[in-house]
């Protein structure tokens, strides 16, 4: 078979240790078409930590299903559009993140917080549940195509190469929308910017750092060494700091900074107690990474000055094309490596991002190659 | 000696399980007196949880002192006021809360927020750092006087009784400074109050009920059973749920919630991962309540609503003058039960607030007869 009847993609087969990276090529069927679908033929995804966390179970999924085809920062052409899709036409170049699909008509949806909706379906490793009355497991952009509907479709601006477009769908509106909904409206006298801080330099981070200074905020970005110090001013950061090199580096910051965008990936090692007190009094830090292992967190750490911690996820559709309009506008583009689609590809993308080795994110390219016409 | 030499007050002497209520009459050397203090003669000071945990040093403060005099929500007479004292006369009915001074020069002092001052002084079971160079050690309102810097000594309106407004110097204050800047600005279309959620109904929670109503909040209080039901309507509430009632209660109140006002005590058994789930998209968990543990919450919980938990600390002068002249507007009473102050007396109050078994507050009382005029 092949399209439209099926679709195939790089699979993670088991997610155990010595497997998790090893993809094998794999066909599977699609949701059923549906009237707002947009069937698109992918032409790069890039790589996301939770393609990571996806492959190798590390959140510890109850019933994760194998095989599982993970990406979802995705970009391709439409080539078929149901009956009830408007936005786009065939041969329209797109983009897909995270989310495939909610309910469109809760409380949440209706309030530009779909992206919240209880409904939603994450583009892999989630159930479809189709008009049918059939389900259908989600599968990523690591194939030749994707089938998604179209409120999670988006127009890609042509000032945008592929790979410089892809990391925005899942890093980019990840670090965005928690940028748009917190900086604060109010400054203090006497303060001309908003004061952010961004934690962790790796893929969101790339892209947070390049957001806040988009958005016209004064930026620190704290890593552990200042191997990354240079990059990080190319990216737009104002003030660097390394942590794991100057013990009293809070000292710089302390009560100073009005949110901060946590990057960070891992809880291990990481003194939230002491980052906490970069905050203003009544200063936010928002997780937008996801560890795989709780945070033990003490009331008596928010009382020093009133802060507040929470976490974001992704962002919703009209902050995307908000974010797109801005990238255009102000050059913010995404730092890739490409490496074609292949499984060795995709076994050495993974890997690069898993230990922290790409600078900062892996764009899988030459799907054309890959999967020719099928 | 005596007063202005000496204070004399009922202390703890061993905070170990079998003796830390059994306070002792104790004389004790105030600190010097300086410029913009203000001496004090006692007449009313309710038990806060505060004097409970530092009692049995249940925070385990490391080098903790002992003997200690508690009690933080003070009413009394002006009795003395240093040359630079211009607010306050003598025989003026003022109150002291939980702060007794700052350093009222840095940038946290200088934006209404000396509360989170690193140089704060507790009114008790701090440090003092005299202008003479010498140290003295905090003691607090279950005494016969009390020396309290001029910023932190508030005019009593003639409305409220001792009694009815002790409690607002800590618990007061405590629950209005978290609403005061946290309620949210603008409501979504459609949405005429604020919504607000008061977790317990004990000392805070009596308050923090009180004040939302009186800031025109729609309020939901949120009690383990229905024991409270009936006081929680009298104090203001628009809804109550007994959460160890209704095992589907978070369905009633999911994503509606703007901000929630934590007075629990303790982590044992609370559901904080539930109770997150009735916040808006981005609404605000604030803890009140210092329990002795530490919550252990994972990144994702937040990760539904993109909510925040923070934590708040008393509140700011500005705020407790706003918070005294709203409750004479809109008729806010604290609930309290009088003991006479006494040796027997304070083991009463304390045993009743540590056990939850008074309603809600109790104030010491008489002190005249306890102390004379010593």
């Known amino acids: 078979m092949g399209y439209p009847e099926t ?17 094998k090529r794999w066909e599977y069927t699609p949701k059923p078409f549906e009237d707002h679908d947009v069937d698109i033929k992918i032409e790069t995804c890039s790589i996301c930590g939770s393609d990571v966390h996806s492959a190798t179970n590390g959140w510890h999924k109850k ?5 599982l085809v993970v990406g979802h920062e995705i970009i391709g052409k439409v080539i078929r559009v149901g009956p009830k899709v408007t936005d786009f036409k065939l041969g329209d170049r797109v983009g897909v993140g995270a989310q495939a699909q909610a309910c469109l008509k809760c409380k949440l949806c209706k309030s530009n917080n779909e992206i919240y909706c209880p409904q939603l379906v994450h583009t892999f490793g989630s159930d479809y549940h189709n008009e049918d009355g059939t389900t259908t497991h989600s599968q990523g952009g690591y194939s030749n195509y994707a089938r998604i509907n179209d409120f999670f479709v988006f127009h890609i601006p042509e000032e945008l190469s592929n790979e410089e477009a892809a990391p925005m769908l899942c890093a980019g509106i990840t670090t965005f929308s928690p940028l748009v909904r917190n900086i604060p409206k109010e400054l203090p ?3 001309t910017k908003p004061h952010i801080g961004i934690v962790g330099l ?11 200074r988009a958005l016209g905020c004064e930026t620190w970005v704290f890593s552990r060494s200042s191997r990354k110090k240079e990059d990080a001013f190319k990216l737009g950061a104002d003030h660097f700091i390394a942590t794991g090199e100057d013990k009293d580096w809070v000292k710089k910051v302390e009560f100073d900074l009005d949110l901060v965008v946590c990057t960070a990936n891992s809880t291990e090692g990481f003194d939230l107690n002491t980052y906490l007190r970069t905050l203003k009094v009544g200063g936010k830090w928002v997780n937008v990474g996801l560890p795989e292992t ?38 913010v583009r995404a730092w890739v490596e490409k490496i074609p689609i292949s499984a060795e590809g995709v076994k050495e993308g993974l890997e690069k991002c898993r230990y922290n080795k790409c600078r900062y994110r892996v764009a899988l390219t030459d799907y054309e190659k890959a999967f020719g016409d099928k």
């Not at 892209?207 to 806040?212: C, L």
């Not at 008596?300 to 976490?311: H, I």
């Open 7 to 23: 679709f195939e993609g790089f699979a993670v087969f088991d997610p155990s240790p010595e497997t998790w990276s090893s993809v």
């Open 63 to 67: 019933g994760a299903e194998y095989p």
């Open 189 to 191: 006298e006497g303060q």
């Open 202 to 212: 790796g893929g969101l981070g790339m892209m947070a750092i390049q957001w806040s």
């Open 294 to 331: 709780p945070f033990t967190v003490h009331p008596r750490s928010f009382m020093a000055n009133a802060c507040f911690m929470g976490a974001s996820h992704l962002g919703s559709h009209v902050e995307m094309n908000r974010m797109l309009k801005l990238a255009v506008d102000k050059g």
